[in-house]
């Protein structure tokens, strides 16, 4: 089993930015990817971003692309996403998720999930 804590979430005025981490624990992530989906209420889970492990490639759904940045921490088994010019848009819980799939990645895709953690965007 993997465990994926989520962390820092909260309320943020639109244009503000936050940082959530994502500490992995359980296994190593070699070949594996990495990255967040969120949930808006009355929504399907959406992706976000993903890192591929190996190579730390990274990939973006088109409503983030330029404001949000994923990056990871080898040593800590943690992966980040940087929030920059928040819109209220982007409210929703963020969910860490984990998986050996290393292409475009849907729900269905992914094997391990964290918790989820709270984004409000303000206006």
């Known amino acids: 089993q993997v465990q994926l804590v989520e962390s820092g979430g909260g309320l943020v005025q639109a244009g503000g930015s936050l940082r959530l981490s994502c500490a992995a624990s359980?296994?190593?992530?070699?070949?594996?990817?990495m990255g967040w989906f969120r949930q808006a209420p009355g929504k399907e889970r959406e992706f976000v971003a993903r890192?591929?492990?190996?190579?730390?490639?990274?990939y973006y759904a088109d409503s983030v692309k330029g404001r949000f940045t994923i990056s990871r921490d080898n040593a800590k088994n943690t992966v980040y996403l940087q929030m920059n010019s928040l819109k209220p848009e982007d409210t929703a819980v963020y969910y860490c998720?984990?998986?050996?799939?290393?292409?475009?990645?849907?729900?269905?895709?992914?094997?391990?999930w964290g918790q989820g953690t709270q984004v409000t965007v303000s206006s």
């Open positions: 998720a984990a998986g050996t799939t290393t292409t475009n990645w849907g729900p269905t895709m992914v094997d391990y």
């Open positions: 890192l591929n492990w190996n190579g730390g490639r990274t």
């Open positions: 359980g296994r190593t992530f070699s070949s594996y990817a």
